[in-house]
C-alpha cells in the first residue's frame, strides 16, 4: 500500500514564525501536491511537483513556498506564518502520468498560527 | 474555467438503503472523474476511477455512473451501513496541467446513515 506521512498532525505557531511541512512517500511517485483544506472552500491546491526540482504554482501559492530536493520529499515552507494560513494542511502523491491520477494522500497537518 | 457542484446539503439515509451522491460539472467532459471518501480530520481516500467512455463502474457495494451528455456522475452506496458516514469528493483530471496530473475538486457531501 502507499503511505504517505507528514511530519506533524498538530502544530501551532505564532505570527512571523518559518513554519516547515514535511511530506514523505513511500512509492516511488513522480507527483507531490500540497493542498490547504477550510470549511466551505474545499480542497485548495498550493503548490504541486512532478519531478525532483521542478514545482508549479497551484492555485493559491501566495505566502508559501516548497522544496522538492528528494524524489520521496516534499516540503511546504511558510515563510512567515499569518492568521489566515490557518489551516489542514494535505500532502498527496500520484504516479506519472498513466491515465489514472488516483491522488494518495497524508493523515493532514491541522496549523494553527496565533 | 470547470467547476464541479456536489450536493451542498447533508445527505441523510437510514441503514440498509441506497445512498446517492451527485457530481456535476459544467464545461469540457474530462477524461476520467474519481471518487474519494474523507473522514472528520483525515486525508482523502480514493474510492473509484471512472473514464468518459465508461457508462458505469462498480466495486463492492459502491456504483458509479457517467453521462457525459448531462454532465453527471452519481456515487451510489447500497445496504449503506453507519461506517458508511464521511465526505464525499468528486474530482476531475485538469487537463489545463498538462497530462492530467492536477485534479479539480467539488466541495464534497456529507453522508449520515442511520442505524
Known amino acids: 500500500d502507499v503511505k504517505v506521512t507528514q511530519s506533524s498532525r498538530y502544530l501551532v505557531k505564532r505570527t512571523g514564525e518559518k513554519v516547515f511541512l514535511e511530506c514523505v512517500q513511500d512509492m516511488d511517485h513522480e507527483n507531490m501536491f500540497w493542498y490547504r483544506q477550510d470549511p466551505g472552500l474545499g480542497l485548495r491546491l498550493i503548490y504541486f511537483?512532478?519531478?525532483?526540482?521542478?514545482?508549479e504554482k497551484g492555485d493559491i501559492p501566495e505566502g508559501y513556498s516548497v522544496s522538492r530536493e528528494k524524489k520521496e520529499r516534499f516540503s511546504l515552507i511558510l515563510e512567515s506564518a499569518s492568521t489566515n494560513q490557518t489551516s489542514m494542511y494535505l500532502c498527496a502523491s500520484s504516479p506519472r502520468p498513466s491515465g489514472k491520477e488516483t491522488q494518495y494522500f497524508g493523515p493532514g497537518t491541522r496549523l494553527l498560527v496565533l | 474555467s470547470q467547476k464541479i457542484e456536489q450536493n451542498s446539503e447533508a445527505l441523510n439515509i437510514q441503514e440498509g438503503k441506497t445512498a446517492t451522491l451527485t457530481c456535476n460539472y459544467t464545461?469540457?467532459?474530462?477524461?476520467?472523474l474519481q471518487w474519494y471518501r474523507q473522514d472528520p480530520g483525515r486525508g482523502p481516500v480514493f474510492l473509484l476511477l471512472?473514464?468518459?467512455n465508461e457508462k458505469e463502474k462498480r466495486k463492492e457495494r459502491l456504483k458509479v455512473t457517467f453521462d457525459t451528455t448531462l454532465k453527471q456522475s452519481l456515487f451510489h452506496i447500497t445496504a449503506s451501513q453507519p461506517a458508511d458516514s464521511a465526505t464525499y469528493l468528486c474530482?476531475?483530471?485538469?487537463?489545463?496541467?498538462?497530462?492530467?496530473?492536477?485534479?479539480?475538486w467539488g466541495l464534497g457531501t456529507s453522508l449520515a446513515v442511520n442505524p
Open positions: 511537483s512532478y519531478d525532483v526540482k521542478m514545482k
Open positions: 471512472i473514464r468518459e
Open positions: 474530482a476531475l483530471g485538469d487537463p489545463n496541467a498538462g497530462n492530467n496530473r492536477k485534479l479539480i
Open positions: 464545461n469540457y467532459s474530462p477524461a476520467y
